[in-house]
């Protein structure tokens, strides 16, 4: 079932136009920065798969930088699971090797997963392929996900590759970000493991799929994340106001991250914020940064209706974080009107954080391309400090 099936509801054609227009301007790392602690929560606490939107996003560069954190973590969840395996069954002795190995066939196995050459890299691939793209939720027993991942064993000839953004970046500098992707290796790891094991190779293979298998459904490692970006514009002409001269910098249009996040097929919906489109109860995380309700100005029944239907989506367990939800020492936006919502969300049964941050303390983790954006910003027009509100939906009460 795809995520369309699964949450979005028909909608009828409304008159009129849209309140706000997104192309190029854009928020990324601080969008990240400011939403990711809440966002970890959320995975933590699910027990089923998650849906994120990012409301009014514009060119979908936050959808894009969360996708890579996901794949950055099911990286290291492919590799810890494939070294637990290791750790188990390469060194407890030849009275407990899987397959029957003997001591020499164990030796050289330790070698080549101590050694993290391409061997242990297409164990690390196959998984890595089963945890982005799990079984669904009926299907994830250990039984079926050992299955899955032997498939994915016998045909693995891919290993996770890292790329380094933009491309004469520094790891780790700000402004810079790591793109994971695959890398084909042109062998298959059954021709690899063969010349070691011979007649072992495939129950060697299925022992180690079972290991994983059972490792990752036991941990609930399988969740499956979908992150959307909305916009009321279509993804074509976001995507060409980002390639012309006046978008983004032509070292940022050169990178795999950016062309993602040009592509619908990782997640855009058209699609007005006024009118959600989502079913009840069934989005688990959502964000804005300075869309809703900052370009609303003071419309307090098209703000109060976008509230209502947050909180109707939002599913139990599942968060909202808006950025700023509110201004100091500005009159842009009706405090009653804001007031007004959250008691609406609390007689909802919604909890509700703030923290407040200062324009500076925001800037001085900026890449540099968003400090350009933000001195084209009216936030940054404003003294006084910007307010980030977290809405939390609770999970229902035990019986």
């Known amino acids: ?43 933590r606490g699910a027990t089923q ?10 060119y979908p560069l936050y959808r894009e930088i969360m996708i890579g954190q996901h794949k950055q973590r099911r990286a290291a969840q492919a590799k810890k699971a494939v070294a637990l395996f290791a750790n188990a069954a390469l060194y407890s002795g030849v009275e407990n090797a899987p397959a029957g190995l003997d001591a020499k066939d164990l030796a ?30 009926e299907e994830r027993t250990a039984e079926i996900v050992s299955s899955r991942i032997l498939d994915r064993f016998l045909n693995s000839d891919r290993t996770i590759g890292e790329a380094i953004e933009p491309p ?29 094991l011979k007649g072992a190779t495939y129950s060697f293979l299925a022992e180690a799929a079972s290991y994983i298998g059972s490792y990752l459904v036991e941990e609930n490692k399988l969740k499956n994340v979908t992150f959307i970006s909305l916009d009321c514009e279509p993804l074509r002409r976001m995507t060409q106001a980002a390639n012309a001269r006046e978008g983004f910098p032509p070292r940022m249009r050169r990178t795999l991250f950016f062309k993602a996040a040009g592509n619908r097929k990782n997640g855009h919906i058209m699609a007005n914020v006024l009118y959600l489109p989502f079913r009840q109860d069934s989005i688990a995380f959502f964000t804005n940064t300075e869309g809703w309700p900052y370009d609303f100005g003071e419309e307090g029944e098209a703000n109060r209706n976008v509230a209502q239907q947050i909180s109707i989506q939002l599913a139990p367990g599942g968060k909202a974080v808006f950025f700023p939800w509110e201004m100091k020492d500005n009159s842009f936006k009706s405090r009653s009107l804001l007031r007004s919502i959250e008691r609406m969300w609390e007689g909802d049964g919604l909890a509700i954080e703030k923290e407040e941050y200062d324009k500076e303390q925001i800037k001085a983790e900026m890449s540099d391309r968003e400090l350009m954006l933000a001195e084209h910003s009216p936030l940054f027009r404003f003294p006084g400090k910007f307010t980030v509100l977290t809405l939390s939906k609770p999970l229902p009460a035990a019986a």
């Open 1 to 43: 079932m795809t995520v369309e099936q699964e949450v979005i509801m028909p909608q009828p054609d409304h008159e009129g136009t849209y309140h706000s227009r997104g192309t190029v301007y854009s928020w990324g790392r601080t969008a990240r920065k400011l939403t990711e602690p809440a966002f970890k929560q959320v995975l």
């Open 49 to 58: 798969d998650i849906i994120a939107v990012d409301l009014c996003s514009s």
């Open 108 to 137: 050289a196995l330790r070698g080549v997963f101590r050694n993290e050459d391409i061997t242990r890299g297409l164990f690390e691939g196959a998984v890595f392929d089963v945890l982005m793209s799990p079984p669904p939720p």
């Open 168 to 196: 004469e970046s520094i790891r780790g500098a700000k402004g810079s970000w790591i793109y994971i992707t695959s890398i084909s290796r042109h062998v298959h790891l059954w021709e690899l493991l063969n010349s070691i």
